[in-house]
């Protein structure tokens, strides 16, 4: 296996072991076709809420905000 060794959300060191990455999701980033998420398995409960969930339910209240 080769490419970029993903990078813990809640702690921001690499993931050497690919058994030990948990994929949370995919961010859009402002330019380019953005990247994954990734945690080490004991530091999920650190991210905290899905955060590609939490982005989007602040992209529908945007759109609400900027509706009413
Ligand atoms: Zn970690």
Known sequence: MS????ICRACGEPIEDPD????????EG???PGWDIHAHR?????V???????RAA???LI?????S
């Open 3 to 6: 490419g970029p060794v993903p």
């Open 20 to 27: 030990d990455a948990v994929y949370l999701g995919h961010e």
């Open 30 to 32: 402002n330019s380019g």
């Open 42 to 46: 004991g530091h999920v409960n650190q």
């Open 48 to 54: 905290g809420p899905d955060p590609v969930a939490a």
């Open 58 to 60: 602040a992209r529908v």
């Open 63 to 67: 759109v609400k905000a900027l509706e």
